[in-house]
């Protein structure tokens, strides 16, 4: 006799639950076309730099934490592990990596010359990074360093003795020890923790003097459907903090991309909540995007595409390195919807 409302109490259960796990989409905010930034690190630097070479009048000024040159891979793993992570098959040629940009140029699959030209850069490695060779971070500022009109004023280079692979940031005891990792070595969650604010000089050199860093909500810390953006590689959550003064519009941007092993699934919000982007957010009128990849069998170490695993089924010389990129096309979708305008 109590089926039926068991049943319809089930149900109701079911729409609640299935309410809860649906998530809002990413919000359109307005912000600022011309006060945009990128930062990534290890595969997530890679990925900064083809996005900003792919669009460079889109973006203000690139950042890039333990990661090589530009299309360091050229679309292949062998040399992804050979030559931009290890320098077992030697250091990259930049000569044939200029001419791969040039010929990219003539197809409009990257930016022209004058726009790459124009952006401000921030290069980092750790001395002691046994990940990617800290040689690569100098192959990839002296690769920059031809492009750019004044290098001297332009392009910033940092390299920290001591310090593994990672991101460094500076470790408080808002921390959870479980998601920190040693500076010098780094592993784990690849959050080293240093003593260094790599984040707040990074913004610094590429948006000008700073207000200092305040505390910020968590709350401010949203999760959104990814779903929308769909490409190969990409997870299904994705973050953005967005500060109080932002909702109504006029905020700089920062996309900030996370390396392999740093994705939500696998080392849970500590990327997103301490990087140390958000504090200096909070108190410069900026939204923070945190885009996610997601671990797969092709990929599973959830890295960003820089070698090619989300074309190379289909393509022969994949393009994962240019405008036409499937995941750089997801990430400049998110882009332009925060700088769309609320529909209210």
Same mark, same amino acid.
């Given at each position: 006799?109590?089926?039926?409302?068991?049943?319809?109490?089930?149900?109701?259960?079911?729409?609640?639950?299935?309410?809860?796990?649906?998530?809002?989409?990413?919000?359109?905010?307005?912000?600022?076309?011309?006060?945009?930034?990128?930062?990534?690190?290890?595969?997530?630097?890679?990925?900064?730099?083809?996005?900003?070479?792919?669009?460079?009048?889109?973006?203000?000024?690139?950042?890039?934490?333990?990661?090589?040159?530009?299309?360091?891979?050229?679309?292949?793993?062998?040399?992804?592990?050979?030559?931009?992570?290890?320098?077992?098959?030697?250091?990259?040629?930049?000569?044939?990596?200029?001419?791969?940009?040039?010929?990219?140029?003539?197809?409009?699959?990257?930016?022209?010359?004058?726009?790459?030209?124009?952006?401000?850069?921030?290069?980092?490695? !750790? @001395? $002691?990074?046994?990940?990617?060779?800290? =040689? +690569?971070?100098? /192959?990839?500022?002296?690769?920059? *360093?031809?492009? &750019?009109?004044?290098?001297?004023?332009?392009?910033?280079?940092?390299?920290?003795?001591?310090?593994?692979?990672?991101?460094?940031?500076?470790?408080?005891?808002?921390?959870?020890?479980?998601?920190?990792?040693?500076?010098?070595?780094?592993?784990?969650?690849?959050?080293?923790?240093?003593?260094?604010?790599?984040? !707040? @000089? $990074?913004?610094?050199?590429?948006?000008? =003097? +700073?207000?200092? /860093?305040?505390?910020?909500?968590? *709350?401010?810390? &949203?999760?959104?459907?990814?779903?929308?953006?769909?490409?190969?590689?990409?997870?299904?959550?994705?973050?953005?903090?967005?500060?109080?003064?932002?909702?109504?519009?006029?905020?700089?941007?920062?996309?900030?991309?996370?390396?392999?092993?740093?994705?939500?699934?696998?080392?849970?919000?500590?990327?997103?909540?301490?990087?140390?982007?958000?504090?200096?957010?909070?108190?410069?009128?900026?939204?923070?995007?945190?885009?996610? *990849?997601?671990?797969?069998?092709?990929?599973?170490?959830?890295?960003?595409?820089?070698?090619?695993?989300?074309?190379?089924?289909?393509?022969?010389?994949?393009?994962?390195?240019?405008?036409?990129?499937?995941?750089?096309?997801?990430?400049?979708?998110?882009?332009?919807?925060?700088?769309?305008?609320?529909?209210?």
């Amino acid at each position: 006799m109590r089926v039926a409302p068991l049943i319809a109490a089930g149900l109701l259960l079911a729409s609640a639950a299935n309410a809860e796990e649906r998530l809002p989409e990413l919000p359109r905010l307005a912000v600022v076309p011309d006060d945009t930034s990128v930062i990534g690190v290890s595969s997530g630097g890679y990925m900064a730099t083809q996005l900003a070479i792919a669009w460079p009048e889109r973006f203000r000024g690139l950042a890039v934490l333990a990661a090589g040159p530009w299309s360091c891979a050229e679309g292949g793993l062998g040399q992804a592990l050979g030559q931009c992570m290890s320098l077992r098959r030697g250091r990259p040629d930049l000569n044939a990596l200029d001419v791969r940009r040039r010929d990219y140029q003539a197809r409009d699959l990257v930016g022209e010359a004058d726009d790459i030209a124009e952006l401000r850069a921030f290069v980092w490695h !750790g @001395e $002691a990074d046994g990940v990617v060779d800290p =040689s +690569l971070g100098g /192959a990839l500022a002296e690769q920059l *360093a031809g492009w &750019l009109n004044d290098p001297e004023e332009q392009l910033k280079v940092v390299q920290s003795p001591d310090v593994g692979h990672g991101w460094p940031i500076e470790a408080d005891e808002r921390i959870p020890p479980s998601w920190l990792a040693p500076c010098g070595s780094g592993g784990g969650s690849h959050m080293l923790a240093c003593g260094l604010d790599i984040a !707040g @000089e $990074a913004l610094a050199w590429l948006h000008g =003097s +700073l207000e200092p /860093a305040q505390p910020i909500s968590p *709350a401010r810390l &949203l999760r959104f459907d990814q779903a929308p953006f769909d490409a190969r590689g990409l997870g299904d959550v994705g973050y953005v903090l967005v500060p109080e003064e932002c909702e109504a519009g006029g905020c700089g941007l920062t996309v900030a991309l996370h390396g392999c092993g740093m994705t939500e699934e696998q080392i849970d919000e500590a990327f997103v909540r301490y990087s140390g982007l958000n504090e200096w957010a909070a108190a410069n009128r900026r939204v923070v995007l945190y885009p996610q *990849a997601s671990p797969s069998l092709a990929n599973p170490q959830g890295c960003w595409d820089w070698w090619g695993f989300a074309e190379s089924t289909w393509q022969l010389d994949p393009l994962h390195d240019t405008r036409e990129g499937t995941q750089v096309k997801a990430l400049m979708a998110m882009v332009e919807r925060l700088e769309e305008a609320s529909e209210e």
